[in-house]
């Protein structure tokens, strides 16, 4: 979500002007975030990267995972969270979520088979995984977690932040995340050794700006160095996260009280494993079946999560196809080290997530939406919902006209 004015316009010029770009020797911006980050997540480390797609890569490569290995993924998250294990040269099974949209942990424990070594439950939309079940499963199985808190940024699960649950946790900074900086991602993770396997596998020249330890050794990797133009971008933005989520969940919570009413038509709020602490960047609603989901969507602008066109592994082509490299020699599909790694997909494999999620519907919040705004939101939600499941003639339905958010005004500030 992009929210920016003249902190981040004044941090940045003070950047370009210092000529302090690069983020080894000139900067500190990176540094100062990573500490403040780690300290924000909870873990001793963080390490920006240029995305999240490559932090994730990065913590894959940093925990040893590889040929030879399964990564269970869930059917209903961004391709990057599939294509990083790919990226890492072991293979992503993909499993069901259950109605909070997220990975089922029955599904998990399920899947797991002798080359299963680690699991990444995603934090999808801002909500939270169910962390306790899937690590009672991780540690009953001994897998790795690694989270990915991509679209989690400043949520927490029952007291602790995501990403400082698992082994490692993921985070994204792009345009459209809770904290942006255009683009750019990061790990957190407590292991000093981890991390310095983090940092080289984010750039592998690290050592020559940051020292290393004899406890890790340096490996060959592909660069993914932040710049210092979103250390101080997001130096900003850290200030801003709690207030925003805060009013989030603020917005999320009066919207479902004052529609919980609607329950009885078939609008029910969806499942949340951690209501208080998640992000509440949407509201969502469980309906009864798709045609009614679509009804509702038609008339009230929301989002049906099977149809975003990218968050499902039905859309992951290079995935189902099984082009896991761009040189066939890499192609972790055709590894023989992976030879015994199930790598079957079909588009129905997970038929069950694809019935949830063509009838959950999204409704976003935003931290600047007004009171009012809010209130047209609830009116709609209530006359849609009578349209679409209780029958009311459309010709009757008095919706109101929603305003476009206005995001960059430039004296914008957004306090806890
Ligand atoms: C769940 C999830 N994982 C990973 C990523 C990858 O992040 P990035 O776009 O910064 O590479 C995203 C980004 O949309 C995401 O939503």
Not at 45 to 71: K, M, Y
Not at 276 to 289: E, F, G, I, N, R
Not at 327 to 356: F, G, V, W
Request: hydrophobic residues 40%.
């Amino acid at each position: 979500m992009y929210i920016a004015g003249q902190e981040e316009i004044d941090a940045i010029a003070r950047v370009i002007r210092d000529k302090a770009l690069f983020r080894y020797g000139v900067g500190g911006e990176c540094d100062r975030f990573e500490a403040r980050y780690a300290a924000f997540v909870g873990t001793r480390h963080f390490a920006l990267a240029a995305s999240g797609s490559n932090a994730l890569a990065a913590a894959l490569i940093a925990a040893g995972l590889g040929p030879g290995d399964e990564v269970i993924i869930p059917a209903h998250t961004y391709m990057a969270t599939a294509t990083s294990v790919l990226a890492a040269g072991a293979i992503p099974v993909i499993v069901d979520i259950d109605e909070s949209l997220t990975i089922d942990p029955e599904a998990v424990e399920e899947a797991i088979g002798p080359r299963t070594k680690a699991v990444i439950p995603v934090h999808m939309w801002g909500t939270a995984c169910n962390m306790d079940a899937i690590m009672t499963v991780a540690a009953r199985h001994k897998l790795i977690v690694i989270e990915d808190a991509c679209q989690g940024v400043g949520g927490a699960y029952d007291g602790r932040k995501f990403g400082s649950i698992g082994l490692l946790g993921c985070f994204s900074f792009n345009y459209y995340k809770n904290m942006s900086c255009g683009e750019g991602g990061g790990v957190a993770v407590n292991d000093d050794v981890l991390a310095e396997r983090v940092r080289c596998a984010i750039d592998p020249c690290h050592f020559y700006w940051q020292g290393r330890s004899d406890a890790a050794q340096p490996f060959s990797s592909n660069g993914a160095r932040a710049s210092e133009l979103m250390g101080a971008m997001l130096n900003v933005q850290l200030d801003r996260i709690d207030g925003m989520v805060s009013a989030m969940r603020r917005e999320r919570d009066l919207i479902l009280q004052r529609t919980g009413s609607l329950d009885n038509l078939g609008l029910k709020p969806t499942p949340l494993n951690s209501p208080k602490d998640d992000c509440a960047t949407q509201v969502l609603y469980t309906l009864p079946s798709a045609d009614q989901a679509e009804n509702f969507s038609r008339l009230f602008p929301s989002v049906i999560a099977g149809k975003t066109g990218r968050h499902n592994y039905t859309e992951w082509d290079q995935v189902l196809q099984g082009a896991g490299a761009a040189h066939a020699a890499l192609n972790p599909y055709n590894l023989p080290q992976n030879a015994e790694c199930r790598k079957t997909y079909s588009k129905d494999m997970c038929a069950r997530s694809l019935e949830i999620l063509n009838r959950t519907v999204m409704v976003a919040t935003h931290p600047l939406h007004s009171d009012q705004e809010i209130e047209d939101t609830i009116h709609n939600i209530g006359t849609a919902a009578r349209v679409a499941l209780a029958g009311l003639p459309a010709e009757e339905a008095d919706l109101r006209a929603a305003a476009p958010v206005e995001t960059q005004k430039f004296d914008l500030k957004v306090t806890a």
